[in-house]
């Protein structure tokens, strides 16, 4: 399985980015998709989670800034981030685990793991 994250950048305060990530060799359509992202001393920490059926969870944090969706035809999720804040900036991962998740804030109910992508957002 791989995933592969793209889409990073920097971007000044109140600015968007579209985070992509593309899996293969996984049953895409089956698997439950996050992502997560960790600033420099932090722990990684949960953003947003897909569940194969559609259904999508966000962290306090970004609720009502970031979007997470998934094209199945394309094997990919995508994280649409609005309005974002210095606070943001962080190598984002996306995640995958084959059917569904315990608790999806939790990076080790993951199995599969992209390798980050650069998110700064500049004040």
């Known amino acids: 399985v791989q995933l592969q994250a793209s889409g990073g950048g920097l971007v000044q305060a109140g600015g968007s980015l579209r985070l992509s990530c593309a899996a293969s060799?996984?049953?895409?359509?089956?698997?439950?998709m996050g992502w997560f992202r960790q600033a420099p001393g932090n722990l990684r920490e949960f953003v947003a989670a897909?569940?194969?059926?559609?259904?999508?969870y966000y962290a306090d944090s970004v609720k009502g800034r970031f979007t997470i969706s998934r094209d199945n035809a394309k094997n990919t999720v995508y994280l649409q981030m609005n309005v974002l804040k210095p606070e943001d900036t962080a190598v984002y991962y996306c995640?995958?685990?084959?059917?569904?998740?315990?608790?999806?804030?939790?990076?080790?109910?993951?199995?599969?793991w992209g390798q980050g992508t650069q998110v700064t957002v500049s004040s």
């Open positions: 995640a995958a685990n084959l059917f569904t998740v315990r608790d999806f804030t939790i990076s080790n109910e993951y199995s599969y």
């Open positions: 060799r996984l049953p895409f359509s089956s698997s439950t």
């Open positions: 897909i569940w194969n059926g559609g259904n999508t």
